[in-house]
T-cell receptor
Framework: GAGVSQSPSNKVTEKGKDVELRCDPI?????LYWYRQSLGQGLEFLIY????????KSGLPSDRFSAERTGGSVSTLTIQRTQQEDSAVYLC?????????????FGPGTRLTVT | AQRVTQPEKLLSVFKGAPVELKCNYS??????LFWYVQYSRQRLQLLLR??SRESIKGFTADLNKGETSFHLKKPFAQEEDSAMYYC??????????FGTGTRLKVLA
């Protein structure tokens, strides 16, 4: 079946512009996660959704970052007024439920470059 | 603080040699630990989890609470094992803390 998909695969933007990154989880997965992978760093947890609700937004790096999920499916991560330090690979993952004992299925990522 | 440390950024071994990818963690509760792998041009995927006590692709990992370690081992490396390996700690019911990863290169 189809796995997690993300779009765009690559995004180059100018500093100060807003960007939207999209994630399509596996159908039926209620849990959705966003991570950021900066050069030389591990995966940094950003936010998770259970259904359309995001109970914990503490991982978002600043108030320029926001995320939403609609219909218990597609999620968008929005970065406003991008900065060069936002350059990273943004990964989305989904799992059947919110429980770490469940495997997380990762998407291919969006590589964001802020010039 | 909750933390996962993978001290080696790069590990090179010859085909047929034993492999050990190190992972140490810091966690106050009862940890759940995982290894994820990313092969070239593929997406990140689960390799194994400690609660399953499984061996996947010849890899095993034992949780050592005394040493707070969860090292990944394989007795005989294969070229197809070349990949990026991430150790992850489950924090609470939903959150993973990942290490910075170790790139394994298996030389012919």
């Amino acid at each position: 079946g189809a796995g997690v998909s993300q779009s765009p695969s690559n995004k180059v933007t100018e500093k100060g512009k807003d960007v939207e990154l999209r994630c399509d989880p596996i159908s039926g997965h209620t849990a959705l996660y966003w991570y950021r992978q900066s050069l030389g760093q591990g995966l940094e947890f950003l936010i998770y959704f259970q259904g359309n609700s995001a109970p914990d937004k503490s991982g978002l790096p600043s108030d320029r970052f926001s995320a939403e999920r609609t219909g218990g499916s597609v999620s968008t991560l929005t970065i406003q007024r991008t900065q060069q330090e936002d350059s990273a690979v943004y990964l989305c993952a989904s799992s059947p439920e919110i429980r770490v004992s469940y495997e997380q299925y990762f998407g291919p990522g969006t590589r964001l470059t802020v010039t | 603080a909750q933390r996962v440390t993978q001290p080696e950024k790069l590990l090179s071994v010859f085909k047929g040699a034993p492999v050990e990818l190190k992972c140490n963690y810091s966690y106050s509760g009862s940890p759940e630990l995982f290894w994820y792998v990313q092969y070239s041009r593929q997406r990140l995927q689960l390799l194994l989890r400690h609660i399953s006590r499984e061996s996947i692709k010849g890899f095993t990992a034992d949780l050592n609470k005394g040493e707070t370690s969860f090292h990944l081992k394989k007795p005989f490396a294969q070229e197809e094992d070349s990949a990026m390996y991430y150790c992850a700690l489950a924090s609470g019911t939903y959150k993973y803390i990942f290490g910075t990863g170790t790139r394994l290169k298996v030389l012919a």
